[in-house]
T-cell receptor, first 113, second 111 residues
Framework: GAGVSQSPRYKVTKRGQDVALRCDPISGHVSLYWYRQALGQGPEFLTYFNYEAQQDKSGLPNDRFSAERPEGSISTLTIQRTEQRDSAMYRC???????????FGPGTRLTVT | QKEVEQDPGPLSVPEGAIVSLNCTYSNSAFQYFMWYRQYSRKGPELLMYTYSSGNKEDGRFTAQVDKSSKYISLFIRDSQPSDSATYLCAMSIFGNEKLTFGTGTRLTIIP
């Protein structure tokens, strides 16, 4: 079946612009996670949802970052007033209800110029 | 100090060798331990999953957890060129929430 999909795969934006990154989880997966991965580093947790409820947003760096999952399926991570330090790979993962495995998507490479 | 420490490598070994990858951690509340494999330009994929202390074997792969030492290992026997990837350790407290990852170790198996 289809895996986790993310769009866009690449995003180049100018400093100060807002960006919205989309994640489409595996069908039936109730949990959805957002991570950020810098080059040569492991993924760093940002936030996660069970269904539409945001369970933990402790990893969001500051209030420019927000996420939503209004219908418990697709999620959007929004970064307002982007800064160069926001440049990274943003990865989404989803997990089924009876498994501990998180399935990762291909990521969105964000470059802020 | 990071919660999870992992030697970033790179590590190069000849084909057929036994590979040992390790992580240490500081948070004694971690109970679920995982190893993810990440090929270049791809997302991480779960390789092994272990709950609490002990060993788990799956084919050529063995995961070990020593909670008393806060130390986990992944062993790869009869290493193959297709094993060349970055290996990430990850852990969580309850298993169903956020994962805390190590830096990842870049492994190359030389034919």
């Amino acid at each position: 079946g289809a895996g986790v999909s993310q769009s866009p795969r690449y995003k180049v934006t100018k400093r100060g612009q807002d960006v919205a990154l989309r994640c489409d989880p595996i069908s039936g997966h109730v949990s959805l996670y957002w991570y950020r991965q810098a080059l040569g580093q492991g993924p760093e947790f940002l936030t996660y949802f069970n269904y539409e409820a945001q369970q933990d947003k402790s990893g969001l760096p500051n209030d420019r970052f927000s996420a939503e999952r209004p219908e418990g399926s697709i999620s959007t991570l929004t970064i307002q007033r982007t800064e160069q330090r926001d440049s990274a790979m943003y990865r989404c993962a989803s997990r089924g209800p009876s498994s501990y495995e998180q399935y990762f998507g291909p990521g969105t490479r964000l470059t802020v110029t | 100090q990071k919660e999870v420490e992992q030697d970033p490598g790179p590590l190069s070994v000849p084909e057929g060798a036994i590979v040992s990858l390790n992580c240490t951690y500081s948070n004694s509340a971690f109970q679920y331990f995982m190893w993810y494999r990440q090929y270049s330009r791809k997302g991480p994929e779960l390789l092994m999953y272990t709950y609490s202390s002990g060993n788990k074997e799956d084919g050529r792969f063995t995961a070990q957890v020593d909670k008393s030492s806060k130390y986990i290992s992944l062993f790869i026997r009869d290493s193959q060129p297709s094993d060349s990837a970055t290996y990430l350790c990850a852990m969580s407290i309850f298993g169903n929430e956020k994962l805390t990852f190590g830096t990842g170790t870049r492994l190359t198996i030389i034919p």
